[in-house]
């Protein structure tokens, strides 16, 4: 019997000791299912080396959860397991779903389907950024990593499980995922236990500083051959994965990084691969799948979320409108190129530039993700980790701090001369209802004046933003009626508009 005190929310975890005859990773099953009242969950549990076992839980409300195992080994069938829960402490909101799974149906708006919540019904607003191979690296760059995520505006990683070879990412990793190394080979029949237990440790410190790990499982960078195991063994490792990872909070699957150039997997694998992982997360986290040129069908309806690399050279945040649009769904644009000065046009970005497509996004209703390639430093931020050193990511912690000020039920105005007037040329972010709030946002243009008829019968302070020198100026007085706003006549001013 194993009976342990988990708060809501965290990982119950009981260990076991089992059979190490031929492969427990193939050979055993090991399953429990956890009852609390009338609700039941039904885990995997887990081979992790030396006949060691593990059964893993996350509680999703206070109170008592029972459970028996099963197995077809004896030293691992009919132990019981009680996990006693307490209410989530402080900070702690559970998964992040889509919203309108979590708001009660009198909640649910138009606008919810494009936006998250935490499971308590908090709202969360990602502000991401992309390390790919971060695990991958050594220890101390690991730490360093987490402690500049600590002071930084991010709630979300993309990160892979596999490691990365590509330009500037050459080395090879301390640990592999399964058991073996390149000079003698892998044996995709076995994990390597060393590796799974320092990603848990790195997912685990992500959630303790309130940050959702985006897992990419599969991508094409590859010189191991992790990108062309199979289906067969694809499955295989699709299935330790989330047997493994599925009971931490903060965990969001994306299916591949750019699946469009991994030729040798087809629609019907990615779709094979969706279900695999629906089947064994009991807790339904997030799921999406990320384009490189060609965009996967996100409106099939095991994706929770649009996970998109821009597909034009010039076009990226403005495209987020047609997006909403067209599936229906929160949008993450989590490759919109990065700031940096390497010689791909995906990587020398402006911090200007960046910021800029991080606003033009928010405003229209979607959510971006950050990167950083500066090729003079040791570790490059995109995929090692380590330090930042540009200029946006503080620009993106004001502009986070802007769109958490917004109203709740704030949505992007559709702008036609009709319903805006000589104003409909600017993206905005408004509640219409009752025409409390409107944030305006210019980007690259530059006017020297601006014209606005307010709404009848409505009076309004407003604010100046400079986006990227970070400061807000209140206008002096009051204002109704037909009005004229003098303007700095520089780049990335956004205004903002307060019903009194």
Known sequence: MVIKMTEQYKIFEASLTGTENGNPYSDIWLKAAFENESERIEVNGFYCGDGSYKVRFMPTKPG???????????????????CECIAAGEGNHGRVLPMNEVYAPKDVTEESRYHFAYEDGTRF????????????????????????????????????????????????????????????????SRFNPVFWDNLEKRIGELDDLGIEADIILLHPYDKW??????????????????????????????????YDLLPSKSIEDWELYARVIMRRDAYGHLRSIHNCLRLYDHTRSWITHA?????????????????????????????????????YGWGNLTGEEMTRRFWEGCIRGGYLTHGEVYVQYEQIWWSHGG????????????????????????????LTPENHGENWDVSCLCKEDDKSYFLYYFGFFRPSFRTWKLAEGCVYEIELI???????????????????????EKQYMAVRFKRV
């Not at 330090?387 to 559709?414: D, N, Q, V, W, Y």
């Open 225 to 258: 051959g992790f990108a062309d195991m199979g289906r067969e063994t694809d499955v295989f490792y699709l299935k330790y994965a989330v047997d493994r990872l599925s009971h931490f909070k903060n965990v969001w699957w994306s299916l591949a990084n750019e």
């Open 466 to 488: 400079d986006t990227w020198n970070m400061t807000i100026e209140k206008l002096p007085g009051v204002y109704t009626g037909n009005i004229r706003i003098e303007m700095p």
């Open 307 to 343: 996970s998109i690399q821009r597909v034009d050279n010039y076009k990226t945040s403005e495209a987020v409108t047609e997006w909403r649009q067209q599936y229906q769904k929160p949008i993450m644009v989590d490759e919109c190129a990065y700031e940096g000065n390497i010689n």
């Open 64 to 82: 008592i959860w029972s459970a028996v195992t099963a197995s077809n080994d004896s030293a691992l069938n009919q132990i019981s397991l009680t």
């Open 125 to 188: 607003r990602p502000f991401g950024t992309t390390c790919y191979a971060w695990v991958n690296q050594p220890e101390h760059v690991q730490e360093q990593t987490l402690d500049t995520l600590k002071n930084s505006p991010f709630n979300k990683v993309r990160m892979c499980i596999f490691p990365k070879f590509y330009t500037y990412n050459v080395e090879n990793p301390p640990y592999y995922a399964f058991a073996g190394n390149e000079e003698e080979g892998f044996d995709y």
């Open 387 to 414: 330090s930042l050193h540009g200029t946006c990511p503080e620009r993106l912690a004001f502009l986070r701090k802007i769109m958490e000020e917004a109203p709740k039920e704030a949505a992007p105005l559709k």
